[in-house]
């Protein structure tokens, strides 16, 4: 691998592959990972979205160097976690589902200890915690303790404590679950921060406006494979018509709707749920007046943009995966 390379590929992955290991005598294990390929280039946001169980965490873990691959190239830093997983772990951050947090200890307190594991100086630790308590907004609250906190403060102190090295490259794991509307923006305002910083960000979420917001390019998993890749936009485009109407009629009439307008010889891909039925179309306003042409009087109809939650349906279906 060139240097060059190494500089614009901060992570890339050929074939990359995870198979749990054998639960019981004769189980072959798992197969969390089957074969993807991808690459993260520096300054970008990068996303795996996916049901549970898709492979997403899996990936993840590898990337960190906290669970070894078992098939298949991964390099991070141009380097091979198999060999050089400490000095790899060393230039990333690391912002995990659970905050983990020290709840004893103060805020300021959480970061001056975490920046002890990478052998920073002591001064050097107390110049970032308190330029990371700024970045996280938590000045104020720095000598706090961590169990006085709000969930959305939580999330940007763990945010904050993953960077005291100075990482390359920040892996999120569904950092805005749980969290309320205006926490989740503030969120996404400081994650836009570290980009526009050129630190490169690696992140699973279960929110499709989260990652048409923050990816500049993402991949859909589904069984350990990836599904679709691309930047949200190019997603929407291909696998997406532009409109969506949304009919939802009374009790027992979704079935008779959906068929009629089935009948009627369109080519437009419907779906028909449980509360409603989805027309996805060109345009949505035409696709309501064909509605009411074929005498369907919907409770209520709603015109929408195709988004990226359109895509993710369609490519993992809609059963609930646990």
Known sequence: MTAELVTTELVRAEGLTKRHPPRQKGDVGQLAVDGINFTLKRGEVFGFLGPNGAGKSSTMRMIACVSP????????????????????RSRLGVVPQDDALDVELTVRENLLIYGRYF?????????????????????????????ALSG?????????????????????????????????????????????????????????????????????????????????????????????????????????????????????????????????????????????ELGLTPVTALVRRSGLEDVFLHLTGRKLVE
């Not at 691959?69 to 790899?88: A, C, K, M």
């Not at 052998?119 to 996280?136: H, M, N, S, Y």
């Not at 490259?169 to 980009?195: I, N």
């Open 69 to 88: 691959i078992t098939d298949g190239t991964l390099r991070v830093f141009g380097l091979d976690p198999s060999r050089d997983g400490r000095v790899i």
């Open 119 to 147: 052998g920073l100086a002591k001064p050097v630790i107390a110049a970032r915690a308190a330029e990371l308590l700024e970045f996280a907004q938590l000045t104020d609250r720095a000598d706090d303790l961590v169990d």
């Open 152 to 292: 959305g403060m939580r999330r940007r102190l763990t945010i904050a404590r993953a960077l005291i090295n100075e990482p390359e490259v920040v892996l999120l794991d569904e950092p805005t679950t749980g969290l309320d509307p205006q926490a989740r923006h503030l969120l996404w305002d400081r994650l836009f921060a570290l980009k526009q910083q050129g630190i490169a960000l690696i992140l699973t979420t279960h929110y499709m406006d989260e990652a048409e917001q923050l990816c500049d390019r993402l991949v859909v998993m589904d069984g350990g494979r990836i599904v679709a890749s691309g930047s949200p936009a190019e997603l929407i485009t291909r696998y997406a018509p532009p409109e969506v109407l949304e009919l939802r009629f009374g009790p027992g009439d979704q079935q008779t709707a959906h068929d009629k307008i089935m009948d009627a010889g369109t080519t437009d891909r419907v779906e028909l749920l449980s509360d409603r039925v989805l027309w996805y179309c060109g345009h949505g306003e035409t696709a309501l007046a064909t509605v009411q």
